[in-house]
């Protein structure tokens, strides 16, 4: 069965450090990277993708890296504020062209 | 609201009892799932419909029974429950694609389902 690991399980920064995520897949199918924010008592959403032929999209704070080699991605949090605390997912499409598959989840403390 | 709305958002049962969870989307999604988050675990992947048809079922215990009357509603039927599916039940929609696989899934706000 197909896996994204994910890490670390849980990382604590202090307000404008930058929060690092990393998530590695596991077989040679690469199509599509989402990262999903999960606030306490919400479902996830939707924070930031990127596909292959790219190796770096940026919006706003948030960057995600992709390094097909190693067949890696990371979603760099810069300037990281107290309300970007929450469980971040990374996920993978894995060849499906519709099922996604989640990594275990990064919770992300930001201390003030 | 994000497109998909479950109901209800908390739901306290028995064992005994049967209840169901309600997940409805207006996204002309085709694709529905349900998971189960435990605290501090992370998501399980329970069931998947595609195009209403049942194309995933996790080695989910029987007691959990989904339903997918058409493509826009998805339900969970709950019997006999156990304390340890205590969790928050997720409803997720998405787009099925003929070509490539750029698909964001949108989630429900959840369930938080409590069995004493």
């Known amino acids: 069965q197909q896996q994204v690991k994910q890490s670390p399980q849980s990382l604590i920064v202090q307000k404008g450090g930058i929060s690092i995520i990393n998530c590695a897949y596991e077989?040679?199918?690469?199509?599509?990277f989402p990262w999903y924010q999960q606030f306490p008592g919400k479902g996830p959403a939707l924070l930031i993708a990127?596909?292959?032929?790219?190796s770096e999209k940026k919006e706003g704070r948030f960057t995600i890296s992709f390094n097909k080699s190693a067949k890696q991605f990371s979603l760099h949090i810069m300037d990281s504020q107290p309300g970007d605390s929450a469980t971040y997912f990374c996920?993978?499409?894995?060849?499906?062209?519709?099922?996604?598959?989640f990594g275990k989840g990064t919770l992300l403390t930001v201390n003030p | 609201e994000t497109g998909v709305t479950q109901t209800p958002r908390h739901l306290v049962m028995g064992m005994t009892n049967k209840k169901s969870l309600k997940c409805e989307q207006h996204?002309?999604?085709?694709?529905m799932y349900w998971y189960k988050q435990s605290a501090k675990k992370p998501l399980e992947l329970m069931f998947v419909?595609?195009?209403?048809?049942?194309?995933e079922n996790n080695s989910v215990p029987s007691r959990f029974s989904p339903e997918c009357p058409n493509s826009s509603h998805l339900f969970l039927h709950l019997h006999t429950l156990q304390p340890e599916d205590s969790a928050l039940y997720l409803c997720?929609?998405?787009?099925?694609?003929?070509?490539?696989?750029?698909?964001?899934?949108?989630f429900g706000s959840g369930t938080r389902l409590t069995v004493v």
């Open positions: 996920a993978w499409s894995g060849g499906s062209n519709y099922k996604l598959t």
């Open positions: 077989n040679t199918a690469f199509d599509y």
């Open positions: 990127i596909r292959p032929d790219v």
């Open positions: 996204l002309g999604h085709n694709a």
């Open positions: 419909y595609n195009f209403k048809e049942q194309t």
């Open positions: 997720a929609s998405s787009q099925v694609l003929l070509t490539g696989s750029e698909n964001g899934y949108t």
